[in-house]
């Protein structure tokens, strides 16, 4: 098996993170780069794997190590571990977006705190982009930390704006501009009374296409905020992601061509500013040669397929 898991491994290029179950036995595989997060945990002596460290907590087991990128574990009664041959093994490119925005804040990802990086980027926000306003607040969830993490530093109180309605779904990830846009009417609800007159610093961790941004502006001039500085956490998104997040196709990404005032007159904002590359990797601990930042630089970790523009052709 473990011969076969490393010849197939040869033909794929990526992110993948592998649980193969045979006849009672577990093989578990994390791609060479380590893109996405892979953990091993241990539940009344029996080993566990899942991506995120907050399942091992939900079910009462306890995290026992990361999968490392390019192991192959063979579990049953005990772990044997095998590794990728060494000239197999590209660099380490743990995703930055895990941190930015996927992954729960209660997940350790790669020995990291994901709450803690996102206060670091909170707190980076505050420091680099100060605003002269009167409350800090988030883009409910995902941005919740971060926000704390800027009003901590800035000294600003905290507050919600926005409440957000928990069953419906992540939106920049629905298939068509119309469900994104309801969606987000939807989703997100003012309260006037935490907003009319008030200039606010709305934190997000990150913009896509724009089009969710620009509709909760709305939302929030419609509920009296008088002015809003958007501080956003991850730096502009340039390129799309071809390591399963199905984000968005080049052209629709705001950023793709657009210079920040041009974003900032498109959003309605009254200021706008991203967290800059350099301060993101600071504030996740990681060095950027072990890092992906392929949807950020346009430089990706591993080769791409040859026919790119028909696999963007094809994404809505
Ligand atoms: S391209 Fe961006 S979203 Fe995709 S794996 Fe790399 S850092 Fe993560």
Redesign the pocket.
């Known amino acids: 098996m473990v011969e076969a898991i490393r010849n197939v491994t040869k033909m794929l290029t990526g992110?993948y993170s592998l649980v193969i179950l045979i006849n009672n036995e577990l093989f578990v595989v994390r791609d060479p780069s380590g893109?996405k997060p892979l953990s091993m945990g241990n539940l009344d002596g029996l080993t566990i794997v899942a991506s995120e460290t907050v399942a091992f907590d939900v079910v009462g087991a306890k995290y026992v190590r990361d999968v490392e990128p390019g192991e192959i574990l063979h579990i049953n009664e005990e772990i044997k571990s095998y590794t990728l041959p060494e000239d197999e093994k590209p660099r380490r490119a743990h995703?930055?977006?895990e941190y930015v925005y996927f992954a729960r804040p209660d997940s350790i990802l790669d020995g990291r705190s994901v709450y803690n990086v996102r206060l670091n980027i909170g707190k980076a926000l505050a420091q680099e982009f100060p605003a002269d306003a009167d409350v800090v607040m988030p883009v409910p969830d995902s941005a919740i930390t971060a926000a704390i993490g800027y009003s901590r530093e800035s000294g600003l109180g905290y507050g919600e704006g926005l409440i957000k309605n928990r069953y419906v779904g992540r939106t920049f990830i629905m298939p068509t501009q119309t469900e994104r846009e309801t969606s987000v009417r939807l989703k997100m609800n003012p309260i006037k009374s935490e907003l009319e007159g008030k200039s606010i610093v709305l934190v997000d961790d990150s913009i896509v296409r724009g089009t969710t941004s620009r509709s909760l502006v709305k939302v929030l001039r419609e509920a009296g905020a008088r002015e809003i500085h958007l501080r956003v956490g991850c730096p502009p998104i340039i390129s799309p992601?071809y390591?399963g997040?199905a984000m968005a196709t080049k052209k629709e990404l705001i950023a793709s061509d657009k210079e920040v005032e041009e974003i900032r007159k498109i959003l309605g904002v009254d200021s706008l500013a991203y967290l800059s590359i350099e301060s993101l990797l600071d504030c996740i601990g990681i060095k950027n040669g072990n890092l992906?930042?392929?949807?950020l630089t346009g430089e990706y970790p591993t080769p791409l397929p040859n026919n790119i523009a028909k696999y963007e052709a094809n994404r809505c």
């Open positions: 992110s893109i995703c930055m977006f992601c390591y997040i992906c930042v392929g949807c």
